[in-house]
């Protein structure tokens, strides 16, 4: 049913990333976030004209993460630990926001673990900010 309300887009510009309730800014851009479900097929005795199809696992997407290199150091911390052994799994969120900064859509991650890091490239020929990269594994994504 109409109601007359225009309803438009949230811009992909205004999120903001929160690992363990922590919000954490200044992120230039979050991707990854995908759902997807195996499909099984099989053929039932008696019909061997049609495959069936059963929903099989789910599988999530890395997120990957990137911002502008700063005298902050957790993240990469968190990866080390990882490296040294010391698993620690972490749940999160990316939050989109309308320009005034209210939320307005959330999608919540769980057990996540870095996977991967990346200082970016470096080049005296140009004046772009320095980025890092943070890829996080995770065991399930959900609209909150």
Request: glycine share 12%; proline share 3%.
């Amino acid at each position: 049913m109409a109601t007359g309300q225009r309803i438009d887009p949230y811009a992909n510009f205004t999120f903001l990333v929160e690992i363990d309730g922590i919000t954490r800014a200044g992120f230039a851009d979050a991707s990854g976030f995908d759902t997807t479900i195996d499909v099984h097929e099989y053929r039932e005795g008696g019909d061997n004209t049609t495959m069936r199809k059963l929903p099989g696992p789910t599988k999530y997407g890395n997120i990957t993460l990137k911002r502008g290199i700063t005298d902050d150091s957790e993240l990469y911390d968190w990866l080390l630990g990882i490296v040294r052994g010391t698993p620690d799994r972490r749940s999160g969120s990316i939050v989109i926001t309308d320009l005034t900064g209210a939320e307005k859509a959330r999608w919540n991650f769980r057990d996540a673990w870095p996977t991967k890091w990346s200082a970016g490239e470096f080049s005296a020929k140009g004046n772009d900010v320095a980025i890092e990269t943070l890829e996080l594994a995770h065991e399930g994504l959900e609209r909150g």
